[in-house]
């Protein structure tokens, strides 16, 4: 008699086991969890970027163990290829991509462009003589006895590169002389006419 009881007190006991061990295993599926790299700094200065990879972990976490205790679907390993697995493992890859997304920006960060500098005055003015002389190049090629502002700045270019002739905005011979000489100097044709590779080289 003592033996009958103690055989029904051991299967008993393994039921009740065996239940405790099925419901454990319902809620809490083997490994589940996505461990936050230790690689990532918890004083990143990036504090919404970092609450936000968090956040992508817990919903990651949470959509696993829902789908294991509510369907029995292990969504990293699946079992099955009905619609409703397929479904619960594309709903899971959307939540890890994000994850995966956030700790991609926390471990390598974009390096941000540097700002350009602002040009400076002598380089701005450079830049409105070069639209001054585009806007109308065969006009602005420059004749003996014109007088414009394009002429002022070309005559103090060449005063700037050792000339020493009058800035007066007028093109005389001098200044014809002058331009014919800088031509020549850097190895152009020397009509001591203003064109684009001879303004070019003016602005260098």
């Known amino acids: ?45 990036n504090k919404e970027l970092l609450l936000n990879y968090y956040q992508a972990v817990e919903a990651l976490n949470g959509a696993v163990i829902t789908q294991w205790s509510a369907n029995g679907i292990d969504v990293r390993n699946p079992e099955d290829d009905d619609k409703q697995t397929l479904a619960a493992v594309s709903e ?31 380089a701005k003015k450079k830049m409105l003589v070069a639209e001054m002389f585009y806007a109308n190049p065969n006009g602005n090629s420059l004749r003996l006895g014109e007088r414009s502002a394009l002429v002022y700045e070309i005559q103090k270019m060449l005063i700037d590169k050792g000339d020493s002739i009058k800035n007066d905005g007028l093109f005389r011979t001098e200044t014809f002389n002058a331009l014919k000489a800088f031509e020549e100097k850097n190895g152009l044709f020397p009509d001591g006419k203003l064109d684009g590779i001879t303004l070019e080289y003016l602005l260098k």
């Open 1 to 45: 008699m003592k033996q009958i009881i103690i055989v029904l007190l051991i299967l008993i006991v393994g039921i009740m086991g065996y239940n405790f061990y099925k419901k454990y295993q319902r809620f809490n599926p083997p490994n589940y969890e996505y461990q936050v790299s230790e690689t990532i700094d918890a004083n990143h200065p």
């Open 92 to 122: 899971y890859n959307k939540k890890l991509a994000f994850v995966k997304y956030f700790e991609g920006q926390l471990l390598n960060p974009t390096k941000e462009k540097p700002i350009a500098a602002e040009p400076s005055e002598a």
